[in-house]
């Protein structure tokens, strides 16, 4: 891998120290204008020059994310990826979920690259500071609540929400197994009453998965009111392949009960 060697010129050095000081990531060229008292048609084109030696990241027209000097020559850094959401979104309603905050709750070992954001809007998907911004649609907001993540207020699924989104998208939880692991891992953490009662307002298909892995794992029960009909399937993220069934759940088992707890097998 190659590394570019970027020299900064007089005018492009004075803007990186004046946004260091500065207490946010995003800038439009029309403050950066402001701050170093220039035309905003110099400021567009300072801001160009400072994309192309990725110091800062282009996020929308003329908004910019700004990387830190201490960021290192490529941009990254660690907590800071986290915290720029609370800027970039600004007002607007989202949360952290999926695999991004099961790792953050220490529910997983697996360090994802991929932030996953959970929106009612779609938004497109971005890379800054080493790190993917996947935006994920939803139809409803769930609950979240605040973190102090590098001194900013992030907004993180509570343990709660985070077994129902990946209960109800095991693709972007990676997989049931992992699931499984993860809500093994929080079931100290877990109120359970309030993971029932989110079940109970989620899918059909979310409360028989839910259901399912309480037994497996053989954690406090989940029952559902009413007679279950038709089948689902068990990991709708893995190879649709049947290896046996739940008649109790309704469930098309593509995990067998031992590939679904490998994970404590090595413990």
């Known amino acids: ?128 500071v080493g790190t993917k911004y996947a935006f994920i649609k939803v139809d409803k907001l769930g609950e979240w609540q605040e973190e102090n993540i590098a001194g900013k207020s992030v907004k993180m699924a509570t343990i709660e929400q985070l077994i129902i989104d990946c209960l109800n998208h095991p693709e972007y939880g990676g997989g049931l197994e992992e699931i499984a692991k993860a809500l093994w891992n929080a079931r100290n953490e877990l109120d359970w009453r309030k993971l029932r009662n989110l079940a109970s307002k989620s899918k059909d298909v979310v409360r028989r998965r839910l259901g399912y892995l309480l037994e497996v794992l053989k954690l406090p029960s989940f029952k559902i009111k009413g007679k279950l009909t038709g089948w689902r399937w068990f990991d709708s993220s893995g190879v649709k392949i049947p290896k046996g069934k739940s008649a109790k759940w309704r469930l098309l088992l593509n995990l067998t009960k031992k590939e679904l707890t490998k994970w404590k097998e090595i413990r």
Not at 42 to 71: C, D, E, M, S
């Open 1 to 128: 891998m190659v590394t570019k060697n970027f020299r900064f010129g007089e005018l492009e050095t004075k803007a990186l120290f004046v946004l260091e000081k500065a207490e946010t990531s995003l800038i439009t060229s029309v403050e950066l204008a402001k701050m170093l008292k220039i035309s905003k048609n110099r400021a567009n084109k300072l801001a160009w020059q400072l994309v192309r030696k990725k110091r800062l990241l282009r996020i929308r027209r003329g908004t910019y994310l700004f990387a830190p000097l201490k960021a290192g020559p490529q941009g990254h850094w660690s907590e800071e990826a986290f915290a720029l959401l609370s800027q970039v979104m600004k007002d607007k309603p989202y949360y952290i979920s999926f695999r991004t905050a099961m790792n953050y709750y220490g529910f997983t070992e697996q360090i994802p690259w991929v932030a996953q954001v959970v929106v009612p809007q779609r938004r497109r998907s971005f890379e800054a």
